[in-house]
């Protein structure tokens, strides 16, 4: 181990928490998270740190348990120590057994040993209460993380050509069906709420694009707006958070937000979101069978859409959309990652491999995405790329000629 090296990232380390102190800036924030992991990691020994990686997935199967047995809602509401006991008799557990569960997730920072056998709440242990987290961990552990098992297989099976059809990704090869990743959630009600929860909860605590984008130059300043106009139609919105954080944002706007999504997600946000209260229209659409039914509304908008579709899927939605697009009002505004040709964060390359084994998905760097957007005779307008692992937006529009 190389002493120089680890205080030289220390003084590092020390250097990025000094520009989040003064600055505040989401990037500053993690750039010195990422300067204290890489300290950690040269602290490791290599051997320990495969070993500590291979075991992983255990502190995800602790978390399930965890939740599994209730043992979240009783800790974050404690406001003094709770005796094991007492969290044993939640479901009721072996004693032994939850004890063994949390001393792992202490380790992980999902509960504070405050004496043996005695445990306080933290930040982790309040979050996997809310609903969207509960979400990312459910559907990620149990549609995923088996699939994830069977790639090497599934890869080795087709001799590693990149996954690029849907209906041939890892997870049919794990789960022996013969529909999109999306349509078999369709008709297994528990994992779409689980997935739809899990898109509720992906943003984390990133910012909502209304708090960073040019909404209003970009797309609410323009003479043609009207009240009947459709303003922002969300395509494949889930359960359409992105629209009600648009909505607190942007309450007073003129113009409608329309939601379009499969019909059995369309069914299921109902009863999870008051969207009328909102202001919202749902439209049940499906968009490699149908043209865009919204005419000439100022903004299409896509999140976490188009990383699920290969080049050749991703222009089929496309032509399905262009007919529908004003020449010179209509935007389309895909917020996704927008990778850079090196250095990628790591939670853009974890989404990467997630929407691979599910749906044959890829996200894309700039280059990628212009490739797209001009195969199908469309127009980068702008990349407006963020800073930090947060997502970037496309925006895009016919071209003038169009
Ligand atoms: C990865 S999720 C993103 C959800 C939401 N935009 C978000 O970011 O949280 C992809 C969405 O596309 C929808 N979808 C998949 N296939 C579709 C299709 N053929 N037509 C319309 N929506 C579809 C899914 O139901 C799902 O809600």
């Known amino acids: 181990m190389d002493i120089q090296q680890l205080q030289n990232l220390l003084a590092e380390t020390k250097a990025s928490l000094d520009s989040f102190q003064s600055d505040g800036l989401e990037k500053s924030r993690i750039d010195a998270?990422?300067?204290?992991?890489?300290?950690?990691?040269?602290?490791?020994?290599?051997?320990d740190a495969i070993l500590k990686l291979a075991y992983a997935p255990s502190v995800v199967m602790a978390v399930k348990?965890?939740?599994?047995?209730?043992?979240?809602p009783v800790l974050a509401k404690a406001t003094s120590p709770v005796p094991l006991a007492d969290l044993a008799s939640v479901k009721p557990a072996d004693p032994l057994l939850v004890e063994r569960i949390l001393r792992l997730l202490a380790t992980n920072g999902f509960v504070q040993e405050f004496a043996p056998r005695e445990y306080l709440p933290t930040r982790l242990s309040k979050e996997m209460t809310e609903r969207a987290?509960?979400?990312v961990v459910e559907s990620l552990f149990l549609e995923f993380l088996p699939t994830f098992q069977k790639t090497p297989e599934y890869l080795r099976a087709t001799n590693y050509r990149n996954p690029d059809d849907p209906m041939l990704a890892a997870l049919q090869y794990t789960n022996d069906f013969k529909t999109d990743g999306f349509t078999w959630l369709c008709q297994n009600p528990e994992a779409l709420t689980r997935f739809n929860s899990f898109m509720e909860g992906q943003r984390a605590d990133r910012p909502?694009?209304?708090?960073?984008?040019?909404?209003?130059?970009?797309?609410?300043?323009?003479?043609?707006?009207?009240?009947?106009?459709?303003l922002l139609v969300d395509i494949g919105a889930g359960r359409g958070h992105d629209l009600i954080g648009f909505k607190k944002r942007f309450p007073d706007v003129r113009g409608k937000l329309i939601l379009e999504d499969l019909p059995a997600v369309i069914e299921e946000v109902q009863g999870a979101q008051d969207l009328a209260v909102a202001g919202i229209d749902t439209v049940s659409y499906d968009f490699f069978k149908q043209v865009q039914p919204v005419q000439g509304a100022r903004a299409y908008y896509f999140k976490n859409v188009l990383h699920d579709w290969s080049d050749e899927k991703a222009a089929?939605?496309?032509?399905?959309?262009?007919?529908?697009?004003?020449p010179g009002f209509s935007k389309i505004i895909a917020e996704e990652y927008i990778l850079p040709d090196q250095?990628?964060?790591?939670?853009?390359?974890?989404?990467?491999?997630?929407?691979?084994?599910?749906?044959?998905?890829?996200?894309?760097?700039?280059?990628?995405?212009?490739?797209?957007?001009?195969?199908?005779?469309?127009?980068?307008?702008?990349?407006?790329?963020?800073e930090g692992d947060g997502l970037g937006?496309?925006?895009?529009?016919l071209p003038e000629s169009a």
Not at 65 to 72: K, L, N, P, S, T
Not at 393 to 397: K, L, R, T
Request: hydrophobic letters at 45%; glycine letters at 4%; a negative charge.
């Open 393 to 397: 937006i496309i925006e895009a529009e």
């Open 65 to 72: 348990i965890a939740h599994d047995m209730e043992i979240f």
């Open 343 to 386: 250095n990628a964060r790591s939670l853009p390359c974890m989404t990467d491999m997630a929407v691979m084994v599910f749906c044959s998905g890829l996200e894309r760097t700039q280059q990628r995405w212009t490739d797209l957007m001009t195969s199908v005779g469309l127009r980068v307008a702008k990349f407006w790329v963020r």
């Open 208 to 230: 909502h694009w209304g708090d960073w984008f040019p909404v209003q130059e970009q797309i609410l300043d323009h003479p043609d707006l009207e009240a009947d106009t459709p």
């Open 133 to 135: 987290s509960i979400g």
């Open 33 to 47: 998270q990422e300067k204290a992991l890489q300290l950690a990691r040269a602290l490791e020994r290599p051997r």
């Open 316 to 326: 089929i939605i496309f032509n399905n959309l262009k007919p529908a697009m004003k």
